[in-house]
């Protein structure tokens, strides 16, 4: 593949570079040799067939095979470059989602075009005929789609293995209905399906909102509103109903938690999304439904001995003795 000197010196100095960057000493060399021997394939053949589709031949003519052969070591390394500094060999790509996907198209739009600024510019000082420029847009839709395709495969193979080994661990796993398909569920579904720490398995989805009902979130049928609970989580075997409501009233949260109550299932709820710690999925920070869950706010303590001291002795009048905290008093 190299074809001068200069070529392989300019891959030595890539290498070294690599290995003495900190951003690179983390990324573990059993999962950077493949991921950088598909990525070469992928612009190697991205560029290939670009010339075969444009010139309707799988032999490439004789100046074609000349230029080709003297660019595509150069073009292998744009790009390769490119993918490091996006920080394609950072990413987790088990975990991928639609913002991995437009860093993949960030990543590799920039050596395109640099590609394509270079070999225009440079192959009249080599006596080299000029890429068709068919060639480059067809190259460039082919190694999106190639690095794409790799990427998301890893997280296809990842998300398979997951569903294999619940299935043969099902008694550990337990089935759990998402009460609230808004963004709190979106991400505990996610994280769900995603953590491998995760033991439980998001079966559907309660929703009171009609827009919602018979669609998917996240591969998670939204069933109906609140009055579905009780069949639904009979006819679902349902193990654990978890409430992800960031945004609901006192009044409608009693409601639903007494309407879960009756089905025998296990009860539990999440944070709001601002108490969300950040860095830990939001399936781990799931806790028991308490009475506290219910207020609001911050449970507030009061000090029985200090109120005591002004207050002993005296006839005291309650007004609102009827609420909580006149109960209370």
């Not at 100046?63 to 060999?89: D, G, S």
């Not at 070999?119 to 789609?145: C, E, K």
């Not at 690095?147 to 008694?171: A, D, E, K, P």
């Not at 009902?213 to 049928?221: L, Q």
């Amino acid at each position: 593949m190299f074809g001068s000197d200069c070529e392989y010196t300019a891959y030595i100095g890539v290498l070294k570079m690599i290995k003495n960057n900190r951003v690179f000493r983390s990324i573990s060399l059993k999962s950077l040799i493949p991921q950088l021997v598909v990525d070469c394939l992928s612009v190697f053949l991205g560029y290939w067939l670009a010339f075969v589709i444009r010139f309707d031949s799988f032999t490439l003519e004789h100046y074609n095979q000349e230029t080709f052969r003297f660019w595509i070591p150069w073009l292998i390394l744009i790009h390769i470059i490119c993918f490091f500094v996006a920080r394609f060999y950072n990413t987790r790509w088990e975990y991928c989602s639609i913002d991995e996907i437009f860093e993949i198209f960030l990543g590799t739009t920039v050596p395109a075009v640099l590609c394509f600024i270079l070999v225009r510019n440079l192959s009249p000082f080599f006596d080299l005929r000029q890429f068709w420029r068919g060639v480059y847009a067809i190259a460039y839709v082919l190694i999106f789609g190639f690095v794409c395709i790799t990427r998301i495969s890893v997280r296809f193979t990842y998300r398979l293995h997951r569903s294999r080994h619940t299935g043969r661990m099902s008694v550990e796993f337990k089935r759990v209905m998402i009460i609230g398909a808004g963004e709190m569920g979106s991400m505990i579904i996610k994280d769900m399906k995603n953590a491998p720490e995760s033991k439980g398995i998001p079966v559907i989805a309660i929703d009171d909102d009609p827009k919602k009902r018979g669609s998917r979130i996240n591969g998670i049928k939204i069933v109906g509103g609140r009055s579905l609970i009780p069949r639904m989580a009979a006819r679902y075997n349902i193990d654990v109903i978890l409430l992800a409501m960031s945004t609901i009233s006192t009044k409608d949260k009693q409601e639903i938690m007494r309407i879960c109550a009756s089905t025998g299932c296990e009860l539990k709820t999440v944070p709001a999304l601002y108490e969300v710690v950040e860095g830990s999925p939001a399936s781990m920070q799931v806790h028991d439904v308490d009475i506290n869950d219910l207020l609001g706010r911050e449970e507030i303590h009061l000090n029985t001995e200090e109120i005591s001291g002004y207050l002993q002795d005296k006839t005291i009048m309650v007004t609102g003795g009827g609420g909580s905290i006149g109960s209370e008093l």
